[in-house]
């Protein structure tokens, strides 16, 4: 069964750091562009961080220069490292999977097909 698993969320306080995991199963990661978005309680669903099948990577102005996105063939996953979190941060994290490198160009991160279930972070004091 292919699937996309995040984890890694949890609990920090301001100006902490965390490293989010995506880990596919059934499918090899390597062709696909992948994305993280987030989402707050109230508010809508955005795009956070994507990475290209090449390496190339995309971010959000919210939080470009604090969080990086990575990826590794050999353990089929992608990453997301989260530095110098703020309480604006604290949402469900989620990845996500495009066929189409092109995806990441738009802000929105279009076009995904595979979504994984999503780890929550909290950032408080």
């Known amino acids: 069964q292919s699937q996309l698993v995040e984890s890694g969320g949890g609990l920090v306080q301001p100006g902490g750091s965390l490293r989010l995991s995506c880990d596919a199963t059934g499918w090899d990661l390597d062709y696909y562009a992948v994305a993280w978005f987030r989402q707050a309680p109230g508010k809508e669903r955005e795009g956070v961080a994507c990475?290209?099948?090449?390496?190339?990577?995309y971010y959000a102005d919210s939080v470009k220069g604090r969080f990086s996105i990575t990826r590794h063939s050999g353990k089929n996953a992608a990453y997301l490292q989260l530095n110098s979190l703020e309480q604006e941060d604290t949402a469900n994290y989620y990845c996500?999977?495009?066929?189409?490198?092109?995806?990441?160009?738009?802000?929105?991160?279009?076009?995904?097909?595979?979504w994984g279930r999503g780890t929550p972070v909290t950032v408080s004091s």
């Open positions: 996500a999977a495009s066929e189409t490198d092109s995806s990441c160009k738009d802000p929105v991160y279009p076009g995904m097909k595979h």
């Open positions: 990475i290209t099948s090449t390496r190339n990577t």
